[in-house]
C-alpha cells in the first residue's frame, strides 16, 4: 500500500463555490503559475504518485458556502484518479482544510476523533483535538489555553484485507512572526510561536501515547512546519516539535519513525544538504530555500512491514529528475513536495506487534 502526505499551495483558490475546477488563466497563488496551470500539475502529479491514499494539507475550504469532498471528488473526476473518494475532519476557519483522498477498492476509512470535548476553559491532559488544551507554556503557574488552527484529522483505517490501523493527519502551527515591525518583534513573536507549537505537539504526542500504549497500528503524516535543526529555537527550548511527536528519546517501542526525521551523517551520508520537501523563494536573498517540513511517522509493529519512504524532490530525486514533465509539474504545482510510504499493510498478520 502507498500512502502520501501533500501539502498543496492554497489549492482552495483551484474551485468554484460548487466546487467545480476553475480552469481559467487567472492567476492561483503560485508564482506566474495559472490556475488551470496549477490544476494541469496536480493532475499529474496524483497520476504519478498512484497512492492509495493521500494527506492533502492545505484542502480546499469546508464552510457554509463550500465543500471540500466535493471539490476534491470533482478533482479526481476531472482527472481519473483512482483516488476517487474523500474524507475530512474537523472544519477550521483558514480556508485550508486537512483531508484525505482515498482509493475505495483498498481502503475504507471514517472520521473517529478520541478524546472528550473541551471548550474554552479547556482540558488538561488530551481533550479532543477540535476543543482547548490547558497548559502552562511560560512556567508561571497561571495555565495557558492552546488550540489547533487545523485541528489534526483522525482516521480509522480499513485495508480491503480487513487489516485496521490509525491514520492521524497534521498541519502544525508555523513558527513564522507574522506581524513583526523590527528585531524585537521577530524574537518576541518568535518565541511566542514556537511555545504554542510545542504545547500543540505535546497534544499530539499524548494521543500517539495512548494509541502506542493500546498498541495501535498507527501512521502521523503531515506538514509539521518543522525538522531536524530547523532554526535556532530548536537550541533555545532543546528539542523541535517534531521530537516531542516522535519520541525522541524515549525506548524504540515508544517512538515513532520516518528516516528524514533523524539527524546526523549516519541517516543523511556525505549529501551536502539534508533532504528536502518544501522550496520558497526568499524575495530579499533572491534565491530559493529549502526546507524539511513533511513527513510520514509509523509506529514499531509497523517496522517489519517493509517500509519505504521516498520525498519526490524533483532535483534530488534522480528519476524525477529524468522525466520533464513530472519535474515540471512538481514545480508547478506546490511550495511543497509529496513524501509517500511504500507498506506492506494487508498482509493478515500483527501490525500491533510486527509478527
Request: aromatic share 8%; glycine share 6%.
Given at each position: 500500500?502507498?500512502?502520501?502526505?501533500?501539502?498543496?499551495?492554497?489549492?482552495?483558490?483551484?474551485?468554484?463555490?460548487?466546487?467545480?475546477?476553475?480552469?481559467?488563466?487567472?492567476?492561483?497563488?503560485?508564482?506566474?503559475?495559472?490556475?488551470?496551470?496549477?490544476?494541469?500539475?496536480?493532475?499529474?502529479?496524483?497520476?504519478?504518485?498512484?497512492?492509495?491514499?493521500?494527506?492533502?494539507?492545505?484542502?480546499?475550504?469546508?464552510?457554509?458556502?463550500?465543500?471540500?469532498?466535493?471539490?476534491?471528488?470533482?478533482?479526481?473526476?476531472?482527472?481519473?484518479?483512482?483516488?476517487?473518494?474523500?474524507?475530512?475532519?474537523?472544519?477550521?476557519?483558514?480556508?485550508?482544510?486537512?483531508?484525505?483522498?482515498?482509493?475505495?477498492?483498498?481502503?475504507?476509512?471514517?472520521?473517529?476523533?478520541?478524546?472528550?470535548?473541551?471548550?474554552?476553559?479547556?482540558?488538561?491532559?488530551?481533550?479532543?483535538?477540535?476543543?482547548?488544551?490547558?497548559?502552562?507554556?511560560?512556567?508561571?503557574?497561571?495555565?495557558?489555553?492552546?488550540?489547533?488552527?487545523?485541528?489534526?484529522?483522525?482516521?480509522?483505517?480499513?485495508?480491503?484485507?480487513?487489516?485496521?490501523?490509525?491514520?492521524?493527519?497534521?498541519?502544525?502551527?508555523?513558527?513564522?512572526?507574522?506581524?513583526?515591525?523590527?528585531?524585537?518583534?521577530?524574537?518576541?513573536?518568535?518565541?511566542?510561536?514556537?511555545?504554542?507549537?510545542?504545547?500543540?505537539?505535546?497534544?499530539?504526542?499524548?494521543?500517539?501515547?495512548?494509541?502506542l500504549e493500546a498498541g495501535d497500528?498507527?501512521?502521523?503524516?503531515?506538514?509539521?512546519?518543522?525538522?531536524?535543526?530547523?532554526?535556532?529555537?530548536?537550541?533555545?527550548?532543546?528539542?523541535?516539535?517534531?521530537?516531542?511527536?516522535?519520541?525522541?528519546?524515549?525506548?524504540?517501542?515508544?517512538?515513532?519513525?520516518?528516516?528524514?526525521?533523524?539527524?546526523?551523517?549516519?541517516v543523511h551520508g556525505s549529501a551536502?544538504?539534508?533532504?528536502?520537501?518544501?522550496?520558497?523563494?526568499?524575495?530579499?536573498?533572491?534565491?530559493?530555500?529549502?526546507?524539511?517540513?513533511?513527513?510520514?511517522?509509523?509506529?514499531?509493529?509497523?517496522?517489519?512491514?517493509?517500509?519505504?519512504?521516498?520525498?519526490?524532490?524533483?532535483?534530488?530525486?534522480?528519476?524525477?529528475?529524468?522525466?520533464?514533465?513530472?519535474?515540471?509539474?512538481?514545480?508547478?504545482?506546490?511550495?511543497?513536495?509529496?513524501?509517500?510510504?511504500?507498506?506492506?499493510?494487508?498482509?493478515?498478520?500483527?501490525?500491533?506487534?510486527?509478527?
Amino acid at each position: 500500500m502507498r500512502i502520501a502526505t501533500y501539502n498543496v499551495e492554497w489549492m482552495n483558490l483551484l474551485f468554484d463555490d460548487e466546487g467545480r475546477l476553475d480552469m481559467s488563466d487567472r492567476w492561483s497563488a503560485r508564482y506566474k503559475v495559472t490556475r488551470r496551470e496549477q490544476l494541469e500539475a496536480l493532475g499529474l502529479v496524483f497520476t504519478a504518485l498512484d497512492a492509495d491514499a493521500v494527506l492533502i494539507v492545505e484542502a480546499p475550504d469546508q464552510s457554509r458556502h463550500r465543500d471540500t469532498v466535493v471539490a476534491l471528488e470533482s478533482f479526481a473526476a476531472a482527472f481519473e484518479l483512482r483516488q476517487r473518494r474523500a474524507a475530512i475532519g474537523f472544519a477550521n476557519h483558514t480556508e485550508q482544510e486537512i483531508a484525505l483522498l482515498y482509493d475505495p477498492d483498498k481502503l475504507t476509512v471514517r472520521h473517529d476523533p478520541l478524546g472528550d470535548f473541551a471548550g474554552k476553559k479547556g482540558g488538561g491532559e488530551a481533550p479532543r483535538f477540535d476543543g482547548t488544551l490547558r497548559i502552562d507554556l511560560d512556567i508561571d503557574d497561571t495555565p495557558d489555553h492552546v488550540t489547533f488552527s487545523k485541528p489534526p484529522l483522525e482516521l480509522d483505517a480499513v485495508c480491503a484485507s480487513g487489516t485496521r490501523f490509525r491514520l492521524i493527519g497534521v498541519h502544525v502551527k508555523s513558527k513564522a512572526p507574522h506581524g513583526a515591525r523590527n528585531e524585537a518583534d521577530v524574537m518576541r513573536i518568535s518565541i511566542a510561536n514556537r511555545r504554542k507549537q510545542l504545547a500543540q505537539c505535546i497534544w499530539l504526542r499524548r494521543r500517539v501515547e495512548a494509541h502506542l500504549e493500546a498498541g495501535d497500528p498507527l501512521i502521523v503524516l503531515g506538514d509539521f512546519n518543522d525538522g531536524p535543526g530547523l532554526d535556532e529555537y530548536e537550541e533555545l527550548f532543546g528539542r523541535s516539535g517534531l521530537d516531542i511527536i516522535a519520541g525522541q528519546g524515549q525506548p524504540a517501542q515508544a517512538r515513532l519513525f520516518d528516516p528524514h526525521a533523524q539527524v546526523g551523517p549516519a541517516v543523511h551520508g556525505s549529501a551536502a544538504r539534508p533532504p528536502a520537501t518544501a522550496r520558497f523563494y526568499n524575495d530579499v536573498e533572491k534565491r530559493y530555500l529549502s526546507a524539511l517540513l513533511d513527513f510520514v511517522m509509523i509506529s514499531p509493529g509497523l517496522m517489519s512491514r517493509r517500509p519505504a519512504w521516498r520525498i519526490w524532490h524533483p532535483f534530488d530525486d534522480a528519476e524525477i529528475y529524468a522525466v520533464p514533465e513530472l519535474r515540471e509539474a512538481l514545480l508547478a504545482a506546490s511550495d511543497h513536495f509529496p513524501v509517500t510510504l511504500d507498506i506492506e499493510l494487508e498482509a493478515s498478520a500483527n501490525l500491533a506487534t510486527g509478527v
